[in-house]
C-alpha cells in the first residue's frame, strides 16, 4: 500500500493536483493492470476501459 501511495498520492501532493493520486468513486484515473509476467491485461484511461491487447489483436484478425 506505502509503494501505491508513493507513486502516485505523494507526487499528486507534491504538485498540488488533489484531484490526483486516488483511486475511489468519482476520481480521475488512468491505470494498467498487469499479470505476473508484467503484461498489459487493460487500461483505463480518465476512469474508461479502453481496448485490452487481446481485444485489439482479435479486431486485428477478423478485419482480415
Known amino acids: 500500500a506505502e ?4 507513486a502516485s ?9 488533489d484531484d490526483l493520486g486516488v483511486i475511489a468513486a468519482g476520481r480521475r484515473a488512468s491505470l494498467v493492470l498487469l499479470d505476473n509476467a508484467f503484461n ?3 487500461t483505463w484511461i480518465d476512469g ?3 481496448d485490452t ?6 479486431k486485428r484478425a477478423s478485419q482480415g
Open 3 to 6: 509503494a501505491a501511495a508513493m
Open 48 to 50: 474508461v476501459a479502453s
Open 53 to 58: 491487447p487481446a481485444r485489439t489483436r482479435a
Open 9 to 17: 498520492r505523494h507526487p499528486a501532493r507534491f504538485l498540488g493536483r
Open 40 to 42: 498489459v491485461q487493460t
